[in-house]
């Protein structure tokens, strides 16, 4: 009987010496299972453990279903795995595949929007990411400005321009929701306050801003354009602002990049400054910062108008002065 016992004894701890060996390689030994630089794994929400090793072995990122679930269980006490999208694109070992997904280290992806763009324009910025369809239509819930903008239709004007980080499964909803967020955060309560001094709403400072936002790049010219529409409208001259008239025809389908003076009476769009006196019915494009700020603050001046010249603006206070300007470019 005593030697049955050492025999156990002895082939037990062979094998445990055996176990603790196979424990450890597997432990330190790094694996990638994979074709290309990369590869992309989508844990679904609600999948069980098993199911996430299964999915992780059949995309060649583990080796081992088994170790995975018991480092799970017994180096990570059975934390959870955070759903989302991973990208792997290096060997590594059971234990930091394990680390990832308990930290959720979920792969993102980072995209600037430039001053500027209209809803369209700013769906194929997140083409790579987001359908423009389905971005499209997410930015037609204007109830998410409607206590700013009770007019507003769609989130043209506030999918604020900035640089984002979102996760590669983000919905189009939440992308829309964090740029009106941020529209919101720049928009303080004193610029709401100015534009009350003003006697203008949200709706007609962003769509002003938007105006002077396609009319010049440059920040330090956009207070003098300011100047000239605030003008304008105080003496209820037409803005006759071209970019106004090239946002109509985009809305129409007739936009075909080049405008000519025959458009600014043939578009028949309240878009069309040259045809209405006053502001178009909303914002033409997302303005930046500077812009918005002209527009609640343009410089003091009796300019009427202004026309680009060799990459800036020359401005006149009378249209015989704006007349000379343009024969001398002649």
Same mark, same amino acid.
Do not use: C, Q
């Given at each position: 009987m005593r030697k049955i016992i050492k025999a156990v004894? +002895?082939?037990?701890?062979?094998?445990?010496? +055996?176990?603790? +060996? /196979?424990? &450890?390689?597997?432990?330190? =030994?790094?694996y990638r299972g994979y074709w290309g630089e990369s590869k992309k794994v989508r844990? %679904?929400?609600?999948?069980?453990?098993? %199911?996430?090793?299964?999915? /992780?072995?059949? %995309?060649?990122?583990?080796?081992?279903? =088994?170790?995975?679930?018991?480092?799970?269980? +017994?180096?990570?006490?059975?934390? @959870? /795995?955070q759903a989302g999208v991973y990208r792997f694109s290096k060997p590594l070992r059971t234990v930091d595949v394990i680390r990832k997904l308990v930290n959720g280290e979920i792969s993102t992806f980072r995209v600037s929007v430039p001053e500027g763009l209209t809803?369209?324009?700013?769906?194929e910025v997140f083409s790579s990411y987001i359908p423009p369809p389905a971005f499209v239509e997410a930015a037609g819930n204007w109830w998410l400005i409607k206590d700013l903008d009770p007019e507003a239709r769609d989130l043209e004007g506030y999918l604020f321009p900035d640089t984002y980080v979102f996760p590669e499964d983000v919905l189009p909803s939440l992308v829309v929701k964090r740029m009106v967020g941020n529209f919101r955060r720049k928009f303080t309560p004193e610029m709401r306050a100015r534009a009350k001094e003003l006697g203008m709403s949200v709706r007609e400072v962003v769509t002003l801003a938007s105006i002077i936002e396609k009319e010049s790049s440059n920040n330090e010219e956009k @207070?003098?354009?300011?100047?000239?529409?605030?003008?304008? &409208?105080?003496?209820?001259?037409p803005l006759q602002s071209d970019p106004t008239v090239i946002y109509a025809m985009k809305k129409l389908g007739i936009w075909e990049g080049r405008l000519y003076r025959r458009h600014y009476r043939e578009v028949k769009s309240p878009y069309n400054t040259y045809l209405h006196k006053g502001l178009p019915p909303g914002p033409i494009c997302s303005p930046?910062?500077?812009?918005?700020?002209?527009?609640?603050? @343009?410089?003091?001046?009796d300019y009427l108008y202004f026309i680009a010249v060799d990459g800036h603006h020359e401005f006149s206070e009378t249209y015989q002065q704006h007349l000379e300007i343009l024969r001398s470019r002649r």
């Open positions: 004894l +002895f082939w037990g701890l062979v094998l445990l010496g +055996f176990g603790l +060996f /196979l424990f &450890m390689k597997e432990y330190h =030994t790094y844990i %679904e929400r609600g999948s069980s453990v098993r %199911e996430v090793a299964r999915l /992780l072995k059949r %995309e060649g990122i583990i080796r081992n279903e =088994t170790a995975f679930l018991i480092f799970h269980r +017994f180096l990570f006490k059975g934390a @959870p /795995l809803i369209e324009e700013t769906a @207070p003098l354009i300011s100047s000239v529409f605030h003008n304008r &409208m105080k003496l209820g001259m930046g910062l500077s812009s918005i700020k002209a527009a609640l603050y @343009p410089a003091s001046t």
